[in-house]
C-alpha cells in the first residue's frame, strides 16, 4: 500500500536547522520567499542545541561580535533566558523558526534522495525528499533554489555537487601547514559532559563500560572544575576515521569517555572539590567540527585568512583563531589542538557560498568552500550564522531577478551587501550608502553627524575614535528635509554592548549565550543575566508630514535589538527619534545609526 508523501512547493527549500540554516531561511522569509526548512532532529540549533551543547563561537573580540539574526537570537536569550537553561534555549530557536509566516519546518526529517535535471546545460536541484520519523510519511521539496546548511552537505553526495574531505597537502594553497600530502582525515566529534556543583557532596558509581582515565590520557587533558570556561571540548574522536560513516561506533567510544571523565572528576580524588559535582548532561548526538566541504566559485584558504579577508565580494566576516584539532582526538600524545591568530574580523567571499557545478544549490556554514586549515577557523557557529544571512539574502535577490546564485555574484553583489548591512550585519570596512535626500538634510543639533555616515558600530576597520555619538534621555534629534520626501525605511543602529562589559559573572559568562558547568555552591558564578545597559529599552520614532502633522512611525517600550528597521510608506518633511529609557542606569543614550531611505 505504500506511504503516504506530502508535496511542498517554495522558492527556497534549506537544508539543515542548525544556526546557519535557522538565519538563511529566516533572512529569506524576511525578505518574501517561500521557505520549507528540513531539519533532521525534533529541535533547531545544531551543535548548538540542548542535545550537543557546544558554544556559540565567533570573530570572539568585543567591537567583533556578530550582529544581524544571531544578535538578535542571543538578546532575546539574555531577556527571555537570564539563568541559561537550555529548555528555554530549545524553545526560543523554535519559536524563531515559528514566528516566521514564509516558513514551513520539517523537524525530525532527514532528506536521503534528490531529483536533478539539466537546464540550460547546467545540472539543477528539482526537488529534495525526507523521510519524517514521527509521522512515518515521505516530504517532497520542490524549489527554485536549495541552500545545503546541514554540516554534513548531505546534498553533495545526492546531486553530484563538488566537494572535498579532509586535508590538503600544504603546497596545493601555499598554506603554512605540517601536513606534506592530503588525506581524509578530519577534526574529531564531541559528546560533550555538563556538571553541577552543589553545596553537599555526593556519591557517583561509573557504568561498567566507562573508560577508565590514565595519567597518560588525563596529562594534557586535565579539567579546571574552577573555571566557567571548561565546557570538555577536548572529549573528541573520530577525525582519523570517517567523520560520517563511522559517527555511531564513535559515538559510542565518545559516551564511554565522557562517563569516564567525570568519574575520574568524581572519584580520582585528583579534582579539586570532586565529590561536590554531579553529572548534570551526557551527549549522545555527537557534535561535528568537520566532515564534507563543498566546492564553489573560490575556495578560502589559509592565506585568504591572515591577510584579512580582503575580498571585493565580502558577505560575512570571521575572527576565531585557526583553531586545528589533530585527527587522533582524545588519544594524540601531544597537544589536542594547535591555535594560530587571526587578523579579526577577516572577510569571508560571497563566491563561497554557492556551488561550482550545480547551478541553484547555495551553502552556508561549516560546509562552505574553503580548505580545511581555512575552516579551522570559520567553522564557529557565529560565523556561520552569519553565512547563512548572507545565503538567504542571496536567496531573495535570485528570486526577484531571475538570477542564479552565480548571477547574484555578477551582477548584484552591491545590492547584497547593501542589504545584508540594511538587515545590521557588519561587513568589514563597509559603510551603508546613504541617499542624497539625507545627507543635504538639516540635522535638529549639532554634532549629530555620525548619524548618518553609514557605520553600525565602532570598529577598528572604520579607523580610530567613535562612529556613533551620545544623546541625553528625552532629546530629540533627526532630520529636517530641504522638501518633502517619500520615506521607504527607518533605520536604527543602537549600542547592544557588544564586548557584554555591562552583563555580570566573568568574561566567559558574558560572552556566551549558554553556560557550561553550572555552580550552585554559593560562588556566583552562575548569575541571572541582565540585558546589556547600554542598549535603548524604549524609544520613539516620528515624522512631521507636508500638512504638518506630527505621526508616530514606531514606539517601543522593551526593545530587544540592536538594529531596527522600520518600514514605511509616508511623505515627510522631517524625521525624528526620542530616547526614552535604557536597560542599565544613565541619562544618555549611546546610538551609531539613524537614517532613512
Known amino acids: 500500500m505504500g506511504l503516504e508523501t506530502i508535496f511542498h512547493e517554495c522558492d527556497l527549500g534549506v537544508v539543515g536547522g542548525g544556526l546557519a540554516g535557522m538565519a538563511a531561511a529566516i533572512a529569506a522569509a524576511r525578505g518574501g520567499s517561500k521557505v520549507v526548512i528540513v531539519q533532521d532532529r525534533p529541535m533547531f540549533g545544531g551543535n548548538a542545541s540542548s542535545e550537543i551543547r557546544m558554544w556559540v563561537c565567533g570573530a570572539d573580540g568585543g567591537e567583533n561580535r556578530e550582529t544581524g539574526i544571531i544578535e538578535e ?49 547546467e545540472r539543477q536541484i528539482v526537488s529534495v525528499t525526507g523521510w519524517q520519523t514521527t509521522t512515518q510519511k515521505w516530504h517532497r521539496v520542490r524549489a527554485s533554489y536549495f541552500a545545503d546548511c546541514s554540516g554534513d552537505s548531505i546534498l553533495a553526495p545526492l546531486t553530484g555537487a563538488a566537494c572535498r574531505v579532509g586535508r590538503e597537502a600544504r603546497d596545493e594553497f601555499g598554506e603554512k601547514t605540517s601536513q606534506e600530502h592530503e588525506d581524509r ?90 565529590p561536590f559535582w554531579q553529572l548534570d548532561f551526557l551527549g549522545f548526538l555527537p557534535g561535528k567540527r568537520e566532515s564534507r566541504r563543498m566546492t564553489g566559485d573560490y575556495v578560502m584558504t589559509q592565506g585568504d585568512v591572515l591577510a584579512g579577508g580582503h575580498f571585493d565580494d565580502v558577505c560575512a566576516f570571521g575572527g576565531w583563531p585557526l583553531d586545528d584539532h589533530h585527527p587522533d582526538g582524545f588519544w594524540h600524545a601531544g597537544n589536542p589542538n594547535v591555535w594560530g591568530r587571526t587578523p579579526a574580523p577577516y572577510g569571508i567571499p560571497y563566491r563561497c557560498l554557492y556551488s561550482k557545478n550545480i547551478g541553484n544549490l547555495f551553502f552556508a556554514g561549516r560546509n562552505i568552500s574553503m580548505t580545511h586549515a ?51 550585519c557588519f561587513l568589514p570596512g563597509l559603510r551603508r550608502a546613504m541617499p542624497a535626500f539625507l545627507c543635504d538634510a538639516e540635522l535638529t543639533a549639532p554634532g549629530l553627524e555620525a548619524l548618518r555616515n553609514g557605520a553600525d558600530r565602532t570598529n577598528h576597520t572604520y579607523g580610530e575614535g567613535d562612529q556613533g555619538v551620545r544623546i541625553r534621555l528625552g532629546e530629540t ?18 549600542d547592544s554592548d557588544l564586548a557584554r562589559a555591562s552583563l555580570p559573572g566573568d568574561d566567559c559568562e558574558r560572552r556566551h549565550s549558554m553556560r557550561a558547568n553550572i555552580f550552585e555552591d554559593g560562588s556566583g558564578k552562575s548569575p541571572a543575566m541582565t540585558m546589556p545597559a547600554p542598549l535603548v529599552k524604549a524609544y520613539r520614532i516620528e515624522g512631521v508630514t507636508a500638512d504638518g502633522e506630527r505621526i508616530t512611525l514606531a514606539e517601543e517600550r522593551c526593545n530587544l535589538r540592536q538594529c531596527v528597521n522600520v518600514k514605511t510608506d509616508c511623505v515627510l ?25
Open 73 to 121: 537570537i542571543q538578546l532575546e536569550n539574555l531577556y527571555y533566558n537570564p539563568y541559561k537553561k537550555y529548555p528555554l534555549w530549545d524553545a526560543l530557536l523554535w519559536g524563531k523558526i515559528r514566528a516566521e509566516e514564509n516558513i514551513t519546518a520539517l523537524l525530525n526529517c532527514s532528506v536521503c534522495a534528490a531529483e536533478c535535471e539539466e537546464r540550460d546545460g
Open 185 to 274: 582525515q578530519t577534526m574529531g566529534m564531541s559528546c560533550l559532559i555538563q556538571c553541577r556543583k552543589t553545596k553537599e557532596p555526593t556519591s557517583y558509581v561509573p557504568p561498567v563500560w566507562a573508560k577508565k582515565m590514565t595519567p597518560e590520557a588525563i596529562r594534557l587533558r586535565r579539567p579546571n572544575m574552577t573555571s566557567t570556561a571548561e565546557n570538555f571540548w577536548y572529549l573528541e574522536l573520530g577525525g582519523n576515521r570517517d567523520s560520517i560513516g563511522d559517527t555511531e561506533e564513535v559515538r559510542d567510544e565518545l559516551v564511554a569517555l565522557a562517563a569516564g571523565m567525570f568519574d575520574y572528576i568524581k572519584n580520582s580524588g585528583e579534582v579539586e572539590d570532586g
Open 374 to 424: 581555512a575552516m579551522s577557523s570559520a567553522r564557529v557557529m557565529a560565523t556561520c550564522a552569519t553565512l547563512g544571512e548572507a545565503a538567504g539574502c542571496a536567496a531573495n535577490l535570485a528570486r526577484e531577478y531571475g538570477l542564479s546564485p552565480r548571477g547574484v555574484y555578477r551582477e548584484k553583489i552591491r545590492e547584497l551587501q547593501a542589504r545584508l548591512m540594511e538587515a545590521g
Open 477 to 494: 534629534v533627526g532630520y529636517r528635509f530641504r522638501e518633502p520626501v517619500r520615506i521607504a525605511n527607518v533605520h536604527l543602529a543602537l
Open 573 to 597: 518633511t522631517e524625521l525624528t527619534f526620542t530616547p526614552i529609557s535604557l536597560w542599565g542606569t544613565g541619562d544618555a543614550v549611546h546610538i551609531l545609526s539613524f537614517d532613512a531611505r
